[in-house]
């Protein structure tokens, strides 16, 4: 069951009932291989259909839904649209069916209703992968740093993280879609393609998660600061890109400089004396993850690769790959 068929069953549940004042009840878990069992409560009865969600039914997938009409009955067709020329033929095969947009066909001993009145409806589905939407790169980010997460209940896994039981469902599902996950049994699941699947975070993460981090650009107050930058009380920052790479592999010499704080920006220009200026050389981003690295002072090697990749340096990038191998390679 993906997003796109809770989608439909939703709005033509909402549309039929508009129409009808039929009111009905969806539940996903039903007979293997089905979409769930649907209730309709009519006037003086509830009835109970076995369902097939399809987005746009099409003539090959007919077949099918004439064998699972024979297999499952009391069954019913949900599709987000239905062309006339399809309608005949599940009419035909007295095929029960339902429309996003409310139309609805069901011939019974003791009822019977067609309604097709209702212009085809088009659904605005949102494809993307949540697995790497802010949100999901943050759940992911915990699952990178502690792959037994993973296996946790929902809720655990939403506690921990900060968001939604359903949110995990669809990041976990969005990463089996990608074949980063691996079901090794029925409640066992484990990251699979780790290496594609940190230089895909990294990628990810510079794209749709750090800029909404950004709290602002600063320069140093005095050249002194700058060269005392290992000095810092960082109890509540860490450092990352370039000061973070040369504070891990000690071969790279920061030209500029990154901070993850906790800090509000005048708690900043306090504690490190820092001045806001768009074209200084120390860019500072709110802190995502909890807890802290303070053994190096800087973020976790994650979040510091991913720094160090998005920059078009040499010299960065070959630090990089330091961090990779010594830091991340043991999760492959």
């Known amino acids: 069951m993906n997003t796109q068929e809770q989608i439909i069953i939703y709005k033509a549940l909402d549309n039929l009932q508009k129409t009808t004042l039929i009111k009905g009840n969806w539940k996903q878990k039903g007979i293997p291989n089905l979409d769930g069992i649907l209730s309709l409560m009519f006037p003086n009865e509830v009835s109970t259909y076995n369902i097939e969600i399809k987005g746009e039914m099409k003539n090959q997938a007919l077949p099918k839904i004439y064998q699972l009409n024979e297999q499952f009955k009391p069954f019913m067709l949900v599709a987000s649209r239905i062309s006339p020329a399809i309608k005949k033929q599940l009419q035909v095969h007295n095929v029960a069916y339902l429309e996003a947009n409310g139309n609805f066909y069901l011939r019974e001993s003791n009822k019977m209703f067609w309604i097709d009145t209702h212009e085809p409806m088009k659904i605005e589905i949102d494809n993307r992968n949540r697995a790497f939407t802010k949100t999901g790169l943050k759940v992911l980010f915990e699952f990178l740093q502690n792959p037994i997460l993973i296996n946790q209940p929902y809720r655990q896994i939403a506690e921990q993280t900060g968001t939604s039981i359903g949110n995990i469902t669809n990041i976990i599902q969005g990463l089996k ?153 043991t999760q492959l």
């Open 177 to 329: 879609q990608e074949n980063f996950i691996l079901s090794i049994n029925k409640n066992t699941l484990k990251l699979t393609n780790i290496e594609l699947l940190i230089k895909k975070w990294a990628d990810e993460f510079t794209k749709n998660l750090k800029p909404t981090l950004r709290i602002g650009t600063f320069r140093f107050l005095k050249e002194d600061n700058l060269l005392a930058w290992k000095d810092f009380d960082t109890t509540k920052a860490v450092w990352g890109g370039e000061p973070a790479g040369n504070l891990l592999t000690d071969y790279l010499h920061p030209a500029e400089f990154t901070l993850y704080t906790e800090e509000s920006r005048n708690e900043l220009i306090k504690n490190y004396k820092l001045i806001p200026d768009e074209k200084g050389n120390v860019k500072v981003y709110q802190k995502f993850w909890k807890g802290d690295n303070s053994t190096y002072k800087t973020a976790p090697p994650l979040v510091v690769y991913a720094d160090l990749m998005a920059i078009n340096d040499r010299r960065c990038i070959e630090t990089a790959q330091k961090i990779y191998d010594e830091h991340l390679q």
